[in-house]
């Protein structure tokens, strides 16, 4: 009998609840509740993603509706039976049981409850994680839709078209109107204040005699560089979104001022945009002895 007792409450305790052990609920933070929705709930890994847990500690609080009935069954038959013959027939009573099987009907309440307990908290995870890969899941398609209506790649920039021969990018320079000086590494077109688009500063690159980089460059007063870089940044993510490559904070060396920072060689990593035609890259540099705000616009075969 204590074998028989010892044995019973071992195969109702020793295996814990399947939920408690396995089943952990998505972190609060967005990325690691969607990292642990979207990971298949193995019973080696601590995560979340299917119903098998809860099944299966169900499956236990059904064990333990077995261990009460199989009580009542062995008390019933341990009572005893008198038969007494009537005019109908025999009529038969039953007594006061004689084994106690309470202790196996404990076990199985308890294994009810505690699996019961497992199952509920088994289920409470998997809605938990349901709802993360709905959140997931509206997050990817928010994410498709804006890269749906982010802006195209510019292919024409100030009225320069990317591709056009050396002396069309002249004559659009001029047209503007504006100075046009060529140099070893290019040209530099600078509109003249009467212009419609006054104090455009553009730097040309050309590969075998194409156009193949747009630089817009802007130099402002050394006290206004920073609120220049954050305005073109704020200025291109509203037209083409978030960069694929963003910007990096300023390092320490920079805080107290842009411009100082950059003439000592500090480089400040800027952000960049990519289409399948080309690219747009936002990053304040050192050039010519001033500081500047360069936005380069390159075709897919463009050079660095």
């Not at 193995?42 to 333990?64: E, F, H, M, Q």
Request: aromatic content about 10%; charged content about 20%; overall charge neutral.
């Amino acid at each position: 009998m204590i074998t028989t007792r010892v044995w019973s409450i071992g195969c109702a305790w020793l295996c814990m609840g399947c939920s408690f052990i396995y089943s952990r609920p998505p972190a609060s933070s967005p990325a690691e509740g969607a990292a642990a929705a979207s990971t298949s709930n193995s019973r080696s890994r601590k995560g979340c993603g299917d119903y098998i847990n809860p099944l299966y500690d169900l499956t236990w609080v059904a064990g333990g509706l077995g261990w009460v009935l199989t009580a009542n069954r062995l008390e019933d038959r341990s009572r005893p039976r008198t038969y007494v013959a009537t005019a109908d027939g025999l009529s038969g009573s039953s007594g006061a049981a004689t084994k106690d099987y309470q202790w196996l009907r404990d076990v199985g309440y308890g294994q009810m409850a505690f699996f019961g307990a497992s199952t509920l908290w088994g289920l409470y995870v998997e809605m938990r994680c349901a709802e993360a890969r709905k959140a997931l899941l509206g997050e990817s398609a928010a994410e498709k839709a804006k890269a749906r209506n982010k802006g195209a790649f510019p292919n024409v920039v100030l009225g320069f078209t990317l591709g056009m021969p050396a002396a069309q990018a002249e004559s659009a320079c001029r047209a503007q109107p504006g100075e046009y000086v060529a140099d070893d590494a290019g040209a530099t077109c600078t509109s003249h204040p009467q212009a419609p688009a006054a104090a455009n500063h553009v730097r040309l690159r050309f590969s075998l005699g194409a156009l193949s980089e747009v630089i817009v460059f802007d130099t402002p007063p050394a006290n206004q560089l920073g609120k220049a870089y954050d305005e073109l940044y704020a200025t291109l993510n509203t037209k083409y979104g978030a960069p694929q490559i963003d910007r990096s904070p300023l390092p320490n060396a920079c805080q107290s001022g842009l411009e100082a920072c950059l003439e000592q060689g500090v480089t400040v990593k800027g952000a960049k945009w990519f289409w399948p035609k080309g690219s747009v890259s936002l990053t304040p540099i050192w050039h010519a002895e001033h500081a500047e705000i360069d936005v380069r616009y390159a075709p897919e075969d463009g050079g660095d």
